[in-house]
């Protein structure tokens, strides 16, 4: 796909499913997408089927302040990757700017941050299995001049280490890449430690106005893997801030 202008890609696509969940004849003439399309055999249709619901969420997964405030106006949820807590303020305010522009606020806006977790005594020992999931978005995701991880990064603070994490992971350095990510940046975007410490950090995440949270395991194994899960639940009702 084409990367030119994204904003636009992307309002007209949402503005296409919309039409499609809601059963509408899908005809569409925009400055991207043309349905059906032109000079061929096809003709708009509607959707085969009632969806089970009259509301069909749409979520985007955006990273960049533009795409953040598109979130707000045409999406009901924000699926967010390397959410720091004490870095959000910023990231919500664009997504409330893009809301305002929708005649709406945050009020029923899903903020659903995708985090890793990994559950032990030592929460710098349980960082490095982070560490090559974090080179690869940071150092390998995009080129040198466009990758939004890497952005996202240096918007938190991380500048220089983003920078060295590139250049080594495009450099197919990557083992030094993976050595390079900060302790601090995965410890502020995931869930690491004991369950104490990791009840602590989901306070933070609600209080940082996080809605949903979407656990992803790391782990070697079903059995930790099923045990890491069981302690995040564990710490969620610790914490106080689940439903």
Known sequence: MRFGKPLERTREYVEIVKMAIARQTVSYDGAHYTLPLPDGPGKALKLGFHPPRSHIPIYLAAVGPKNLELAGEIADGWLAVFFAPDAAADQLAAIAAGRAKAGLDLKGFDVVPSVPA???????????????????????????????????????????????????????????????????????????????RIADKLVAYAEAGVTTLSVSVFAGDAETGIATLRTVAEALELSGVGE
């Open 118 to 196: 990994v559950v032990g005594d030592d929460y710098a020992s349980c960082a490095e299995l982070v560490r090559w999931y974090a080179a690869l978005y940071i150092g390998g995701m995009g080129s040198r001049k466009t990758n939004f991880y890497n952005q996202l990064a240096v918007r938190m603070g991380y500048e220089a280490q983003a920078r060295e994490v590139q250049d080594l992971y495009l450099d197919k350095r990557h083992r030094d890449a993976a050595a390079a990510v900060p302790l601090e940046f995965m410890d502020r975007t995931s869930l690491l430690g004991p369950k104490e």
